[in-house]
Structure formats: C-alpha cells, structure tokens
C-alpha cells in the first residue's frame, strides 16, 4: 500500500501483498485523517504495511496512522531504485512498486522521529534559520556603514544594537536605512533568546546532552543540535553509520583502485554536518590537540578538507558518548 499527498490531494491505492499482487481498492480523496482510516478500515485486518513517500508533509499522516495502530513505513524516496524497461509511469505504478518491494522484504525505509520530541527539534531548526536571518542582517550594516563612513564595525557591536552606533551618521536615508536592520538585529534577538530559554530547560533531562557537553568544542547549542537530530543512537549500528549520516565521510565510487565518481553528497543529516564543523572550529581554537592535528592536515590538504576530517573524529568520539554513556576522553581521540 502507498499514500501521498500532491496538491492538497491524498490519493490512497491498496496492494494486497500476495502473489501475484492484485489492487484492492483506489480512491482519490481530500487530506483528511478520517476519511483516510474510513477508508482502510475495511482492510485493517489484512494490511501487512503501509508505505508512506517522505514528503514534506507527513507528519499528520504517519502519526494518524500509528495512533491508530497501522504499521506504518516512510519510503526513503532517494534510496528507492526506479523499475527500468516502462515507457509510461503515474502514481499507480509507484504504488505497485513500492508495494513489490515491501513484499520481498527490500523497502527502503527512513527513520520515524518520535513526535513527542519532533515539535522540540523543529524549534531548534528554526532558532538556526532566525540566527542566519540575523547574521545577514548583521553582515549588512557592516557593509553599509563601512563603505559610508571607512569604519568598521564588529558584528558583537552591531548584535548588542546600542542608540550610540548612529550617533555619528548625518544623512538621512543612510540613517535610517541602518536604523531599520538594527530594529530587525534587535528583534531578531528577543525571539532567539526566548527559544533558547524554552528549549533548555527540556534538553537538560535528555541523557545525550551532559555527556556531549564533555566533548571539547560542543557547547549548549551544539550539544541540543546534536542530541536532537540524532533521535535513538541504537538505530545507526556502527560508527560508520553515524558519521556517513552525519556527512564526515567521503561520498565516491570506486573500481579496481580507480575513481569512477561519486555518490550522492548530500545524503544524511545536513544539521548534524553544520553541528560537528561547528564543534570543530572552536576545538581548533581552543584545544591544542585538535590544533596540532588540523595543521598537520593542512600541511597534506587544504583547510576544509582538515577540519572536515576534525568533525569526522568528533563524529565519532561522540558516537561512543552517547552510545556508551560514558564522558569525552580526549587522550583516546589522537592516540
């Protein structure tokens, strides 16, 4: 069985997963939860599965569905191969497909993130995009003011939005011009501390959030990022796992020792590649071991590819963290 959405639109095909495997039913109906288990009931019994396409949209469906005691797959979309040799392909192929594949076993499938943490990690994601909004803003007045008055301002400076910073500014449209993103800058910081105050009274309960904090580099933000967008550590059952999720490891393909290109870069997590670069470059600021080993790659490679390698052994270190639940041991990191 599969159901997706396409423009406000939920269209539903059950598959009985037999052999060979024969439709059952097909309805085009609205996005609505009861009318979609109205429309199951009849076959609940029966359904060995239903398949789910991750779309951005999901959410109410999958949880719907579980709630109501279905079992519920999300397809991993990019993991799926597509059938060869059809000249003509819809929606009612798909699900044909992705029915057959669940009925050999073979169904790609994502991770379903327990929804009662979901709405706490989605806060967090959106404390990310309000600091980026901020940083342009930021970026913004120092150019303006720089090419204006051949002063420099620092971003600290421009994120505290004093009154004495336009003090000196004489033209009236460059004045409030800069008056306008400071009130934005200044905004900006009120929604972004209230997230924070909301969200770390509900990461310090979390058993991943202490431990992490033990790893040099990873501070408050980093440490809720990590933990949060990680979920359930067991699910990933090697460290490779991890850190090919995390995005620390090459993406290429090879045959007989020759590069033949390379895979999808972009497959895994991109918040937890932003979280480990993060942590990497304060280690390299202010650990003298992280320091001694991103210049020893520099002198191989370049710097991007050193303090990627840096996050790929803090990926790591972190892996058996909160895997193991024991603290951070440097000594073992660059052993």
Known sequence: MRIWGRRGRTAQK???AATPLSLLKEKRISNDLSKTLALLEPFKN?????????????YWLVDGLIEAGYPVFLVNTSAVKQYEGLKHTDDQYDAYWLAHLMQLGILPTGYIYP????????????RMQLVQCRTSYVISVQAQYWRST???LRSQDIKQCPESLLADIEDQNLFLS???????IELLNTQIETIENTILPQCKNLPHYKPLKTVFGIGDILSQTITLETGDIHR?????????????????????????GSGNKKSGNKYLAWAFMEAAHHAIRFYEPAKIFYQRKCSKRNSIVARKA????L???SYYVMRDHVPFKPEQLFS
């Open 150 to 152: 051949s002063k420099r």
């Open 178 to 184: 800069l008056q306008s993103n400071l009130k934005v």
């Open 315 to 317: 990926a790591r270190a």
């Open 46 to 58: 029966d359904l060995q599965g239903i398949a789910v396409e991750s779309t951005f949209n999901w």
């Open 236 to 260: 990933f059952h090697k460290v490779g796992n991890y850190t090919s999720y995390c995005r620390c490891v090459d993406s290429k393909k090879t045959s007989n020792g020759k590069r033949k």
């Open 14 to 16: 059950l598959i009985r």
């Open 310 to 313: 840096l996050a790929h052994k």
């Open 115 to 126: 929804k009662e943490m979901r709405a706490l990690r989605d806060l967090l994601r959106k």
